[in-house]
């Protein structure tokens, strides 16, 4: 017999790895299955393989040792802009929007929601330029205006907003679209909300709602006590316009009455959307946000916005618990948005994961004002996993070090686990 008949006889014997990925030793918080531990996580073909307290490297292709740091499902963040490249001027559905990519994963951000940036009329073109290009989940609300979000004019012509073609187009795509939004609208009427209703009764599907203007014409109280059906969404809660206190700074009881009956609020920080000065006593108080989320657009990311993490971090340090921050950045912004087989880690589940690091020290936070807030505590992405593929490595814990490689070491990667280096097939849905 031939080497090479005894090198194919050998690598036949020899037991293949069962899993492709072990993310080993971190402590997995995992809300929708009810887990805080200490858990080992493996992963086999893009789908959560095992969670367990012990796994034996020896059972992986690639063993990374997340000691130290937090476990969770890859995060879903249910407000975003990334309809870019249309060169649409001063446009979410244009300038204004960010490709996905390059801001979701160094996140731990697995999953975003386009907030309404298109409508029926260019949602095709969004697919095409976007949705279908990018490896971050995307997924949609169409703005009951046909154009979507061209700012000015369009946003305010209520001869586009047609609840049967945005329901239609939704049914068309209802892998992808999962809700309806409405945004920005500026007269003092209904119109653009009942609009906006009539399609997500039409369409089987929950409404977000950005206010626009806050008119006397239009009480908020009536839009979350009355319009607003259960399982609707009330995007930037924080907003400095939302009439949230009485005079000795108390949380008005219609709030509570409205999150009683069902309404969602959201956070929606965006680049206007959210002030310490509300947030902190209301949080204080209990009223804490259903989802959190960024309305990540460009003008957001680079002001006291930010990202996924800084917006989380905020909560932590306004007084919410760690879990209860990733329980409302994971399982249950994928609730609202009815995609249940995102946000938890049950083995089945798609392999989405954020490894977070929570760091200590002087920290400081801002809102959409300039006002800072002082913190000690800070998220960090160490590692974030896409369809069971590394997307992100903060400090290389996945890499092996250089000096102990081959001399003339080419590219570490393997399709199985490894997703950095272009290699790995597109991942699903």
């Not at 130290?68 to 995060?75: E, I, K, N, S």
């Not at 204004?96 to 801001?103: A, E, N, Q, T």
């Not at 994971?330 to 009815?338: F, G, N, S």
């Amino acid at each position: 017999m031939n080497a090479l008949a005894l090198l194919l006889l050998f690598q036949a014997a020899s037991p293949q790895p069962e899993f492709d990925l072990l993310l080993k030793g971190g402590h997995v918080i995992d809300p929708r299955n009810g887990l805080n531990a200490r858990r080992d996580v493996a992963i086999k073909d893009g789908r959560i393989a095992a969670v367990e307290r012990e796994i034996l490297p020896t059972r992986a292709l690639k063993t990374v040792d997340v000691t130290g740091f937090y476990v969770t499902p890859g995060l879903v963040d249910i407000h975003v802009h990334v309809y870019a490249g249309t060169g649409m001027r001063n446009a979410y559905s244009g300038d204004l929007s960010v490709y996905p990519d390059g801001h979701t994963f160094r996140s731990g951000v697995t999953t975003v929601v386009d907030a309404g940036s298109s409508g029926w009329r260019n949602f095709p073109d969004f697919k095409d330029r976007v949705i279908d290009r990018s490896r971050t989940r995307v997924l949609a609300m169409l703005n009951i205006v046909g154009r979507g979000m061209g700012g000015g004019k369009f946003e305010q012509d209520t001869s586009d907003m047609d609840p049967k073609a945005t329901a239609e187009m939704a049914r068309r795509y209802r892998e992808i679209v999962v809700g309806i939004k409405t945004a920005h609208y500026a007269a003092p009427d209904w119109t653009a909300v009942e609009r906006a209703l009539e399609a997500g009764r039409l369409a089987d599907l929950p409404v977000m709602v950005d206010f626009g203007s806050f008119l006397p014409e239009r009480p908020f109280q009536q839009l979350v006590l009355e319009k607003l059906r259960p399982g609707d969404i009330y995007t930037h809660t924080y907003l400095a316009a939302v009439p949230m206190f009485d005079e000795e700074g108390q949380v008005l009881p219609y709030l509570f009455g409205a999150s009683k009956r069902g309404v969602i609020f959201d956070l929606g920080h965006g680049a206007g959307s959210f002030v310490f000065r509300q947030a902190a006593p209301a949080i204080r108080q209990g009223f804490t946000p259903d989802t959190i989320s960024t309305d990540l657009h460009a003008n957001s990311m680079n002001a006291g916005m930010k990202d996924m993490l800084n917006v989380m971090s905020k909560m932590l340090n306004l007084g919410m618990t760690l879990e209860d921050v990733i329980v409302r950045s994971t399982w249950r912004p994928a609730q609202v948005i009815r995609r249940q087989e995102l946000g938890h880690l049950t083995p089945g589940a798609p392999a989405d994961v954020a490894v977070l690091n929570l760091r200590y020290g002087n920290f400081g936070f801002v809102d959409v004002y300039g006002a800072r807030l002082r913190g000690d505590r800070k998220l960090e992405a160490e590692l974030t996993v896409r369809d069971g593929r590394v997307v992100w490595d903060l400090n290389g814990i996945t890499r092996t070090d250089w000096n102990r490689l081959p001399r003339n070491y080419g590219p570490q990667a393997d399709p199985r686990w490894d997703g950095t280096l272009g290699t790995a097939s597109r991942p699903r849905r």
